[in-house]
């Protein structure tokens, strides 16, 4: 995409702002608040994530760890998670998704939103994951799914590089957001599904289901403009209910959920 045609579509409140950066979190958490229709995604992501950490065995005592907060609420839905970001200042903690400064087995569970893809070496983090996770304990994550319009949303529209063809899970990074796959889940999960269950079988892949993407696409996201005017945002719901048989075609995100073997 043009740079002319991005600064048309990006939403007012991020230009001039360096992606990643704190006041770049802090107006997007602004426009999160904002924007009905995106904080009622947020909200249901968010519910997705909690549920799995619900789904713990004895997980009293265990840490739930959200990783990349950046602009997340998270902690208004539930006061006892620990976020975490790269960037200081926007979290409780700064942490690096390879280097997780938690004991072993003292985490319940790793939520991660549009998190995964940034990670240049997931291999580190699930070696990471292994060590800090309880048995049972869960990796919960929504991230960039693969339909046929995710690739070409994610491929011509989003800032952020979408490569499927990727021979390596691994990519060069100089520690911009910029740097990241955002088909990283669907390489590691559906192409290479075997190779991951062959290099961490104490890691089990159990599910990943689409979530709701008309009411996402009209509402811009936090990067985008809303296309949708205020008075329709009640109908959102239905909208994606009545749309969700074209979820293997339009669905721009899923939820994916990886649980440590007992």
């Known amino acids: 995409m043009s740079t002319i045609l991005r600064n048309l579509i990006t939403d007012k409140r991020l230009r ?15 426009m ?13 992501w968010y519910q997705r994530l909690l549920a799995d950490a ?49 004991a072993e087995g003292s985490v319940g569970a790793l939520l991660l939103t549009h998190v995964f893809h940034h990670i240049p070496d997931v291999s580190r983090f699930f070696q990471e994951a292994l060590r800090v996770l309880a048995p049972g304990g ?4 929504v991230e960039c799914s693969h ?15 979408y490569n499927d063809r990727a021979a390596e899970w691994s990519f060069p990074s100089a520690g911009r957001m910029l740097d990241s796959n955002q ?26 289901s689409f979530l709701p993407w008309f009411s996402y696409l009209l509402s811009g996201g936090v990067n985008l ?9 009640g109908a ?16 721009i995100h899923w939820h994916l959920t990886i649980r440590k073997v007992s």
């Open 32 to 44: 999160i608040q904002a924007k009905p229709l995106i904080r009622r995604c947020y909200d249901l």
């Open 147 to 161: 339909t046929p319009f995710a690739r070409f949303f994610f491929g011509r529209i989003h800032p952020e590089p």
């Open 225 to 233: 403009r809303t296309l949708v005017p205020p008075f329709l945002n």
């Open 183 to 208: 088909a990283l889940s669907w390489l590691v999960f559906q192409r290479d599904r075997e190779r991951f269950a062959l290099l961490f079988p104490g890691l089990k892949f159990e599910q990943a």
């Open 138 to 141: 869960v990796i919960s994550m």
């Open 16 to 30: 001039g702002l360096e992606m990643g950066s704190h006041p770049w979190f802090e107006a997007q958490r602004r």
């Open 54 to 102: 619900a789904t713990v065995p004895s997980s009293a005592g265990l840490a739930i760890v959200e990783l990349g907060s950046g602009s997340s609420y998270i902690k208004e839905l539930r006061p006892s998670v620990i976020t975490s970001d790269i960037t200081p200042g926007v979290a409780d903690m700064v942490i690096d998704g390879r280097e997780l400064p938690f």
């Open 236 to 251: 959102m719901p239905l909208m994606d209910a009545l749309l969700k048989p074209l979820d293997p075609s339009f669905a």
